[in-house]
């Protein structure tokens, strides 16, 4: 049904209205009890797959990457939807426009998504107020949500780690998981962020402004996340700096510019590959210890299956959902529990034997 509604309406709708569409009408359905409580029996995910993460009880492995969500306004049509996590952001210090429009392409024969959206969101201090409010309420404070952090456009890139460290204080109390994005390809120099000379200060600031805002709490993990176009020896590195600091781990990976469609990072399935290459690489590097959230080109449940066999701790989506629709998040997580289940099952009976 939802292909045909696909192929028939959404795709001659300009994409960035379509989403805009999409995410009112999640939004108003999270936060309509009557709505959300129906919905949740639909779209929910079978808790026996659910992954101790992070020092937190993830529901269910997948959840939905940073960029849907920018603001934190519909955390709870996500989880309704059967996301196991949202990744809210990406949010910078102050709150900006993002770069002109046009700014969201699909790519049909490749079922992808082609942006230069520029990190457009209320800033901190408002993604701040909203968090608040949902961790008011029993069911907000029960779910796990990210908070995907970058840097404002205006900042230079000197003052970085300054800018870095005012959204982490903002917002590293209401976060179950906060991540440095020095990944995006839709800022100008971000990308230069993530040589390790350039990121050691921004990690060492956001670390320390998490610290003294949640003194007295639980430690709020800490990540980063990276493009796929690092070269191998850049991975490498940086994953020595995570462990160097003790970062709790790495998302991987962002869109990509290794494509020739014209400004903007591209994401879907064309990632698949290298985001695959770049876990494994992390996982070799990290040893067991630190999160690997996977990210880029999953579409379907035997895409998620192969980042967890390479490495993955999580996983998470977002290009998928324009084109698979309301009910991707929760057939991939009930895979994924099957899969979970039937692991446990082969282990009793081999203990048994």
Do not use: C
Not at 91 to 103: D, I, L
Not at 263 to 278: E, H, K
């Amino acid at each position: 049904m939802y292909r045909l509604l696909f192929s028939l309406v959404l795709r001659r709708l300009d994409p960035e209205k379509a989403h805009e569409l999409a995410f009112r009408a999640i939004r108003v359905a999270g936060r309509t009890p009557v709505l959300h409580r129906l919905l949740s029996r639909v779209f929910r995910s079978d808790p026996r797959g659910g992954v101790e993460a992070l020092g937190r009880w993830f529901p269910a492995p997948f959840g939905v990457a940073a960029g849907f969500d920018k603001n934190a306004e519909a955390v709870e049509g996500l989880t309704m939807l059967g996301f196991g996590f949202v990744e809210i952001g990406t949010v910078t210090a102050h709150g900006q426009p993002g770069n002109e429009k046009p700014r969201l392409w699909r790519v049909l024969d490749q079922h992808a998504i082609r942006n230069r959206m520029g990190f457009n969101n209320e800033g901190a201090v408002a993604v701040a107020d909203h968090l608040r409010r949902l961790r008011a309420t029993p069911r907000g404070r029960a779910m796990v949500v990210g908070v995907n952090i970058g840097k404002t456009k205006v900042t230079p890139a000197a003052e970085a780690a300054g800018d870095y460290a005012t959204s982490a204080a903002l917002l590293a109390p209401y976060a179950d998981y906060l991540v440095v994005n020095v990944s995006s390809p839709n800022t100008p120099g971000l990308r230069d962020l993530q040589s390790v000379d350039a990121l050691r200060p921004i990690l060492v600031a956001v670390r320390e402004a998490a610290d003294r805002a949640t003194a007295g709490a639980d430690r709020v993990p800490l990540l980063v996340k990276i493009a796929p176009d690092l070269s191998d020896d850049d991975v490498d590195a940086v994953a020595d700096l995570a462990l160097e600091l003790g970062l709790d781990g790495v998302v991987a990976v962002n869109t990509t510019i290794a494509h020739d469609l014209g400004p903007g990072g591209l994401s879907g399935p064309p990632l698949l590959a290298r985001g695959l290459d770049v876990v494994a690489r992390l996982r070799t590097r990290l040893g067991p210890g630190p999160v690997i959230i996977g990210v880029g080109g999953i579409t379907t449940l035997p895409d998620a299956r192969e980042y967890l066999a390479v490495g993955a701790t999580l996983v998470q989506g977002y290009t998928g959902f324009a084109y698979r629709g309301p009910f991707w998040a929760s057939r991939l997580n009930r895979g994924l529990a099957t899969d979970a289940l039937q692991r446990e099952s082969r282990g009793r009976a081999e203990v048994a034997l």
